[in-house]
């Protein structure tokens, strides 16, 4: 536990039920504690309300890629707790192959990784929001939205407090951070989207000698024996070293083929962790916790990202990237373009003006990812296809130069200006795929 988390409390016991605010954020994750960061920076009264305390557990791989690190450095995050483990880049197993692919040196981002468990690092992030102003809740259960009958407007929250008790907060703005289900997204008529990828990942904890491991490693191929045949699914495997004594173990699969819905994801794990070397110690008697799993929302698969005073940041937009798996630098980052958007809406002297404003959210998001996570759709289908990926492993890997552009592609690791060649192929495709 941090040694601030009393202070968290102490905010929520200061505070009395009903108030208002200028903007109210649902959700405490990586995407709200980022919103409520740098709103409260610009001045504004935030309402933070987070469901459960802090600390609290998340499925998550751990895995911290430079995109991420940047936004951490952003907030006035210290990394010089030996609770961050840095890593170096990435490594990727397949078809027989080992390699090993530093993070590439940018100006526009860190040349390193982190890894910490979510246990802390979302109080870590609420914790700077508060220290920014921003006014933290726990155990505060949103119900559903205040909706404003003559404007068809949502206007507040309705919640339950710590007692269970109702209660309704108030505010202009309010910003769906509240993860894959986004009850509040969905009780405003926003629904997810079909044509959009979804993944599902599960992961566990061993007691290991690869606890201190400085890459992220990556495993390409998850075989599943099915009625007496091996059949190939679309995912990947890993193993993120934790510092503390244990590494994170788990794999993604993505709904790109009919196999994914008769996948036991659990047991799947459990196979696959059975089939590595004993000495990594990735055994029954070495687990720490259970098997845990959730969702993976990609490329936007709840739209729109704005709508009627709601804006939809991280999981409740389907923000994560479809490439990598990868959702906290996404979730940051927009909420970092949210909270601006804000800002100047908030500044502007009519409804009429600040409504304008607001809409500039989605078509910024689209400008900004739109046509990568369109790229990241026909990587998606293209994975589904046994036959790809087998030939992509065997031949793809051996080419480092080939593997240095993939790492970069589905990182989303470029310069926008002036890169190498790599990054002016990946930019440009990303500048002409439509962002529909």
């Given at each position: 536990m941090s040694e601030t988390a009393p202070a968290l409390q102490s905010v929520q016991d200061r505070r009395p039920a009903g108030e208002s605010a200028d903007v109210i954020v649902v959700g405490a994750g990586p995407s709200g504690s980022t919103v409520a960061y740098y709103l409260a920076q610009a001045g504004l009264d935030v309402l933070l309300l987070e469901k459960t305390a802090f600390p609290r557990e998340k499925v998550c791989g751990d895995g911290l890629t430079p995109r991420a690190v940047k936004q951490l450095t952003a907030m006035g995050v210290s990394l010089d707790d030996k609770a961050w483990i840095r890593n170096h880049g990435l490594r990727i197993i397949g078809g027989g192959v080992r390699i090993e692919l530093p993070w590439p040196e940018l100006g526009e981002f860190p040349d390193f990784g982190l890894v910490r468990t979510r246990h802390d690092f979302d109080q870590i992030l609420a914790e700077r929001a508060v220290s920014a102003g921003a006014r933290l809740l726990q155990r505060t259960n949103v119900t559903g939205p205040v909706i404003d009958p003559r404007g068809n407007r949502i206007v507040g929250v309705n919640a339950k407090d710590p007692d269970g008790e109702p209660v309704t907060y108030r505010a202009p703005l309010v910003v769906a951070a509240d993860g894959n289900s986004s009850r509040l997204s969905v009780a405003m008529g926003i629904r997810k989207r079909d044509d959009r990828p979804m993944g599902v990942a599960v992961r566990t904890y061993f007691t290991s000698p690869r606890h201190d491991d400085d890459y992220l490693e990556s495993w390409l191929e998850l075989w599943d024996r099915t009625e007496g045949r091996d059949v190939l699914l679309p995912g990947y495997g890993w193993v993120f070293g934790v510092g503390d004594g244990t590494s994170n173990v788990g794999l993604g699969i993505l709904n790109s083929t009919a196999s994914f819905r008769d996948v036991d994801y659990r047991a799947l794990l459990r196979r696959w962790t059975e089939s590595m070397p004993a000495e990594w110690g990735f055994t029954q008697d070495n687990q720490q916790g259970a098997i845990r799993g959730a969702a993976l929302p990609m490329g936007f698969n709840r739209t729109p990202h704005y709508t009627r005073g709601l804006l939809l940041?991280?999981?409740?937009?389907?923000?994560?990237?479809?490439?990598?798996?990868?959702?906290?630098?996404?979730?940051?980052?927009?909420?970092?373009?949210?909270?601006?958007?804000?800002?100047?809406?908030?500044?502007r002297p009519t409804q009429q003006t600040r409504e304008r404003t607001l809409l500039r959210y989605p078509r910024i998001l689209s400008e900004t990812y739109g046509g990568y996570y369109t790229l990241g759709r026909y990587f998606v289908k293209m994975i589904g296809q046994p036959e790809f990926m087998k030939y992509a492993t065997k031949y793809g890997l051996p080419q480092r130069t080939l593997m240095r552009f993939t790492l970069k592609m589905l990182a989303n690791l470029t310069e926008p200006t002036r890169g190498d060649a790599m990054d002016r192929v990946i930019n440009g495709l990303s500048r002409i795929a439509p962002a529909a």
């Amino acid at each position: 536990m941090s040694e601030t988390a009393p202070a968290l409390q102490s905010v929520q016991d200061r505070r009395p039920a009903g108030e208002s605010a200028d903007v109210i954020v649902v959700g405490a994750g990586p995407s709200g504690s980022t919103v409520a960061y740098y709103l409260a920076q610009a001045g504004l009264d935030v309402l933070l309300l987070e469901k459960t305390a802090f600390p609290r557990e998340k499925v998550c791989g751990d895995g911290l890629t430079p995109r991420a690190v940047k936004q951490l450095t952003a907030m006035g995050v210290s990394l010089d707790d030996k609770a961050w483990i840095r890593n170096h880049g990435l490594r990727i197993i397949g078809g027989g192959v080992r390699i090993e692919l530093p993070w590439p040196e940018l100006g526009e981002f860190p040349d390193f990784g982190l890894v910490r468990t979510r246990h802390d690092f979302d109080q870590i992030l609420a914790e700077r929001a508060v220290s920014a102003g921003a006014r933290l809740l726990q155990r505060t259960n949103v119900t559903g939205p205040v909706i404003d009958p003559r404007g068809n407007r949502i206007v507040g929250v309705n919640a339950k407090d710590p007692d269970g008790e109702p209660v309704t907060y108030r505010a202009p703005l309010v910003v769906a951070a509240d993860g894959n289900s986004s009850r509040l997204s969905v009780a405003m008529g926003i629904r997810k989207r079909d044509d959009r990828p979804m993944g599902v990942a599960v992961r566990t904890y061993f007691t290991s000698p690869r606890h201190d491991d400085d890459y992220l490693e990556s495993w390409l191929e998850l075989w599943d024996r099915t009625e007496g045949r091996d059949v190939l699914l679309p995912g990947y495997g890993w193993v993120f070293g934790v510092g503390d004594g244990t590494s994170n173990v788990g794999l993604g699969i993505l709904n790109s083929t009919a196999s994914f819905r008769d996948v036991d994801y659990r047991a799947l794990l459990r196979r696959w962790t059975e089939s590595m070397p004993a000495e990594w110690g990735f055994t029954q008697d070495n687990q720490q916790g259970a098997i845990r799993g959730a969702a993976l929302p990609m490329g936007f698969n709840r739209t729109p990202h704005y709508t009627r005073g709601l804006l939809l940041v991280g999981d409740a937009g389907g923000m994560i990237n479809p490439f990598n798996g990868e959702g906290i630098a996404y979730a940051m980052e927009a909420g970092h373009i949210a909270a601006d958007v804000i800002v100047q809406a908030h500044a502007r002297p009519t409804q009429q003006t600040r409504e304008r404003t607001l809409l500039r959210y989605p078509r910024i998001l689209s400008e900004t990812y739109g046509g990568y996570y369109t790229l990241g759709r026909y990587f998606v289908k293209m994975i589904g296809q046994p036959e790809f990926m087998k030939y992509a492993t065997k031949y793809g890997l051996p080419q480092r130069t080939l593997m240095r552009f993939t790492l970069k592609m589905l990182a989303n690791l470029t310069e926008p200006t002036r890169g190498d060649a790599m990054d002016r192929v990946i930019n440009g495709l990303s500048r002409i795929a439509p962002a529909a």
